[in-house]
């Protein structure tokens, strides 16, 4: 499975920026779709998935701001920031699991488009 983000750009503080993730295996069956991030020197965190049933979930530091959605036409997953702040700074990338045979679950990862808010 390839997993392709783009959408990532310098945006000011209090500005928007729509993040895309293009799948080649249909988004609608993996067990989860979701957005991670890293910011420089910091770990990997989850920023917002949505579960094949259609339930989004996201952390307190971006409940409000962020939505994750999916678009049948362009089997893609969308992640809407608004009211961006400089923390939101990081690579933003695009994951997906599938299951397989079992209970077998194959994790995928797309590249990473960077995001940069500056205040």
């Known amino acids: 499975v390839q997993l392709q983000a783009s959408g990532g750009g310098l945006v000011q503080a209090g500005g928007s920026l729509r993040l895309s993730c293009a799948a080649s295996r249909s988004i609608f069956s993996a067990d989860t779709m979701a957005w991670c991030r890293q910011a420089p020197g910091k770990v990997r965190e989850l920023v917002a998935e949505i579960t094949s049933g259609g339930l989004t979930s996201y952390p307190d530091s971006v409940k409000g701001r962020f939505t994750i959605s999916r678009d049948s036409a362009s089997n893609t997953v969308n992640l809407q920031m608004n009211s961006l702040k400089p923390e939101d700074t990081g690579a933003y990338y695009c994951?997906?699991?599938?299951?397989?045979?079992?209970?077998?679950?194959?994790?995928?990862w797309g590249q990473g488009t960077l995001v940069t808010v500056s205040s």
């Open positions: 994951n997906g699991v599938w299951h397989g045979k079992g209970w077998d679950r194959y994790n995928y």
